[in-house]
């Protein structure tokens, strides 16, 4: 089998990670690392790659992409992540709003969000999880009202990620409180998270520093036209937009283990390199095959988007093991370091700047965003090897 990308796929890595080295600031790179608010860096560097597609590469050249095919839209995403810059799927819009308003959007709903999706000028804050919702998302329970021609918005979301500062907000609700089958009573809608009132968002940090928010809404009006998709059916889409979420390239966490890799060919520890301990050489080695085994699987996803085939199996083993292998190399990279490892970047005895204090602290995060990885085993489990629910 030849796992080679075509010459012209390697000529766009080429123009992507050119662009990258003289346009990506340090600024850019913290925000999307600690998902803080942009800074004017990002917002420029966000314009520029909108101007290029590689915001949205395999939408339409009508909606702002390039109409690229999944394995240029890999490619882009590949030298994105490795540059720690703001990658597809880090941006909600471009990851999860705007690919299910290509299925499921009104003409209307196209026009307005698509472009300045793709053009980097909104960015939206996704709502689904509850304070007794997470996982088991049908049990939501914030309602919505009709009432004419607006819905009347009460509850509470939790886990709101960029709530603070996107534009747009992505909210599940429940329209049919009496439906006996939950999962049929939810809908999805688009408001203006910046200037409609009734809505109070307060910041959750956990203890890397990221941070999400815990949004309460109180007689919120949205309008019906900001419905997307059918009445009811917001399960479903929701259940279509986590597969776009969950399939991404783990390219980002690639270079921390180059940087953990060339940290142990030149750190003596009593008197000798670390590479010299084989305990270090077969931890490392350990990494670099499960990232091996999780790029297969990842261009695997590619190939079956590729051929129009349904991959909810394969999403959630990419998910699961891309993230139990940021998990592991956290923990490799801190078990390496020693105490060294433990220091944060202000710390002038720091080893790597630290950064794998960081992902230390942030890793239990990808265990649970988008889909715990207990989720993940049971999609596989059933879906995949066809054995009962237990």
């Not at 509850?130 to 088991?136: F, H, R, Y």
């Not at 609700?173 to 307060?202: A, E, Q, W, Y």
């Amino acid at each position: 089998m030849d796992f080679s990308f075509t010459p012209e796929q390697e000529r766009l890595r080429l123009e992507v990670r050119d662009f990258l080295q003289k346009e990506v600031r340090e600024e850019s790179r913290v925000d999307f690392l600690f998902d803080r608010p942009y800074s004017p860096a990002t917002r420029e560097l966000l314009r520029k790659l909108g101007e290029r597609g590689w915001l949205c590469p395999t939408w339409p050249k009508k909606w702002g992409g390039m109409g690229a095919s999944a394995l240029e839209n890999y490619v882009i995403q590949e030298e994105l992540a490795y540059a720690f810059a703001p990658a597809p799927f880090a941006l909600i819009g471009a990851m999860v709003v705007g690919p299910t308003l290509l299925l499921h959007g009104t003409e209307e709903q196209k026009n307005k969000y698509l472009p300045r999706i793709a053009s980097g000028e909104i960015e939206f804050s996704m709502g689904y999880t509850e304070p007794q919702a997470g996982s088991d998302l049908a049990s939501l329970s914030i309602k919505a009202e009709d009432k004419g021609d607006y819905y009347l918005i009460n509850g509470q979301k939790m886990f709101s990620t960029k709530a603070d500062f996107a534009d747009y907000g992505w909210l599940a609700v429940r329209t049919d409180p009496d439906n006996p089958k939950k999962h049929r009573g939810i809908s999805l809608l688009i408001f203006d998270l910046k200037n409609t009132p009734g809505v109070t968002i307060r910041p959750i940090y956990n203890m890397s520093g990221y941070h999400s928010c815990e949004v309460f809404y109180d007689d919120v009006r949205i309008p019906k036209e900001n419905l997307v998709g059918e009445l009811n059916q917001g399960f479903y889409i929701i259940g279509a937009a986590l597969l776009f979420e969950r399939a991404v390239t783990v390219s980002g966490f690639y270079r921390p283990l180059e940087l953990l890799v060339d940290y142990v060919k030149n750190t003596k520890r009593h008197g000798r390199l670390l590479s010299d301990d084989p305990l270090v050489r077969r931890k490392l080695a350990e990494i670099e095959m499960k990232f091996a085994v999780t790029k297969v699987i990842s261009l695997r996803l590619c190939w079956m988007q590729e051929h129009k085939m349904f991959a909810l199996n394969e999403t959630a083993m990419a998910k699961l093991l891309s993230t139990e292998m940021v998990y592991d190399l956290a923990n490799a990279g801190m078990q390496v370091m020693g105490p060294y490892g433990e220091l944060v970047s202000d710390s002038k005895y720091a080893a790597l700047q630290g950064f794998f204090a960081h992902i230390y602290q942030e890793s239990p995060h990808y265990k649970i965003a988008g889909g715990t990885s207990e989720i993940q085993r049971q999609i596989i489990a059933t879906r995949g090897l066809g054995l009962p629910r237990g």
